[in-house]
């Protein structure tokens, strides 16, 4: 075998070994977004730069097979495709890796149940929390009461909501029916509710809505929520959203700084609410920071507490 064929051999495996790395990317996107951090930027560049050098070496491959005596040539420029080539396969495989998410699995962990008005609540006021809690051994529930239908499509909504909550890692997700935006008037048919999933999950932490909101449904929740879990033996975390007043004051604060981007991602689930301001990308970011200022760390979602039961 000549020289030439092997090195008309390696142009094609090399190819080949690039399009795997960029289609492996594209088909688990979802999962790097999930599980490694500045996955916005990782993502696209491993496609991106994998198929470019597949193209070059497709462009090798070519010059070799039909370039003649020019492949002499040109042999410096090949081996400079070549070895870059390595190289930035090599560095995009230490990045990957260097970003992935390592979570420390718990002594103790145990169940929460996050409650929201609207599909898009949960993930907004508490996506990165719960996704971390997840990722730590929590098994996690979600609930809503309303489709959503007067903020948005009442039908895709729903089907978002799911999407988020499969994404950050749920177990379960409960979806009720309740009319938006008039859930007071069945105040006590949402307490009712929430008391039958409280009564088949026994959760250990209720994530909820804060009585510091101005949005009539989110104050329905958080009271019915209250009175549900009157007299169960559980922490009780009101979380914030938007529509929370300047008497939010959390006092407990989770370290998010790994799951910012999952939290974004999660959040870019409900398309149907995209062009709402506090769905933008800086705006969540720079809520995480300015929590994770006050509790003195990079980035934090923050909690006010209703009650605090220790597992220990």
Not at 7 to 23: D, N, P
Not at 159 to 184: P, Q, V, W, Y
Not at 210 to 216: A, E, F
Not at 280 to 309: H, N, S, T, W
């Amino acid at each position: 075998m000549s020289s030439l064929d092997i090195s008309l051999i390696g142009s094609v495996i090399t190819t080949l070994s690039f399009l795997v790395v960029a289609g492996y990317a594209f088909i688990h996107r979802k999962e790097l977004y999930r599980t490694t951090q500045h996955s916005n930027l990782i993502s696209p560049a491993i496609i991106t730069l994998s198929l470019v050098f597949a193209l070059l070496n497709f462009y090798r491959f070519g010059n070799q097979e039909f370039g003649g005596h020019e492949v002499d040539a040109s042999r410096d420029l090949d081996l400079i495709i070549q070895y870059l080539g390595i190289l930035v396969q090599s560095l995009l495989i230490l990045v990957l890796f260097s970003s992935k998410i390592v979570s420390t699995p718990r002594v103790y962990t145990g169940r929460i149940l996050a409650i929201g008005a609207h599909p898009d609540d949960i993930e907004i006021a508490a996506g990165a929390a719960l996704s971390k809690m997840r990722d730590t051994g929590y098994e996690i529930c979600g609930m809503i009461m309303s489709h959503g239908e007067k903020g948005g499509d009442g039908d895709t909504r729903p089907l978002e909501a799911r999407k988020g909550a499969k994404f950050l890692g749920f177990d379960d997700m409960t979806i009720l029916d309740f009319t938006d935006r008039h859930l007071s008037a069945k105040a006590v048919e949402v307490t009712e509710a929430i008391e039958a999933v409280l009564e088949k999950e026994k959760p250990d932490i209720i994530f909820t809505h804060s009585n510091h909101d101005l949005h009539q449904d989110h104050q329905v929740v958080h009271e019915a929520t209250l009175r549900a879990a009157r007299d169960i033996r559980t922490t009780i975390l009101c979380y914030e959203s938007p529509s929370v007043t300047q008497d939010f004051h959390p006092t407990y604060f989770i370290d998010v700084a790994k799951y910012v981007d999952i939290k974004i991602q999660a959040i870019h689930s409900h398309w149907d609410q995209h062009k709402k301001p506090y769905m933008k990308d800086d705006v969540v970011r720079g809520k995480l920071a300015f929590r994770g200022a006050q509790a003195k760390v990079d980035y934090a979602e923050g909690f006010e507490v209703v009650r605090m039961v220790s597992g220990i």
